[in-house]
Nanobody, 118 residues
Framework: QVHLVESGGGLVRPGGSLRLSCAAA????????LAWYRQTPGNQREMAAT???????VTTDSVKGRFTISRDNAQNMIYLQMNNLKPEETAVYYC????????????WGQGTQVTVAA
């Protein structure tokens, strides 16, 4: 199993910034494709950004130019830098991992709350 623990959520004003962190354990970190998802009540969990084991990144259109996903293979850490946050981006943010060689395995953290409000 892969164990994921998110941190860094909290209250931020519109236009502000937060950096989320996710610590991973229980696997060879370099083999994992990684992602950040977010979910609000009554909505499906949506992907915000992904980063592959080889370092390729993709962000969803709504956050493009404002969110940056990164990884530190030496520390087994995944980050999501969020800039210019909007109130509608209030959500629980989840870290996700799966081995690049077996996409049938999906691992989730417990989530961290991000609230964007004045």
């Amino acid at each position: 199993q892969v164990h994921l623990v998110e941190s860094g959520g909290g209250l931020v004003r519109p236009g502000g910034s937060l950096r989320l962190s996710c610590a991973a354990a229980g696997s060879i970190f370099e083999t994992l494709d990684l992602a950040w998802y977010r979910q609000t009540p009554g909505n499906q969990r949506e992907m915000a950004a992904t980063i592959t084991s080889s370092g390729r990144t993709v962000t969803t259109d709504s956050v493009k130019g404002r969110f940056t996903i990164s990884r530190d293979n030496a520390q087994n850490m995944i980050y999501l830098q969020m800039n210019n946050l909007k109130p509608e981006e209030t959500a629980v943010y989840y870290c996700h991992a799966r081995p690049y060689y077996n996409t049938k395995h999906n691992y989730w953290g417990q989530g961290t709350q991000v609230t964007v409000a004045a």
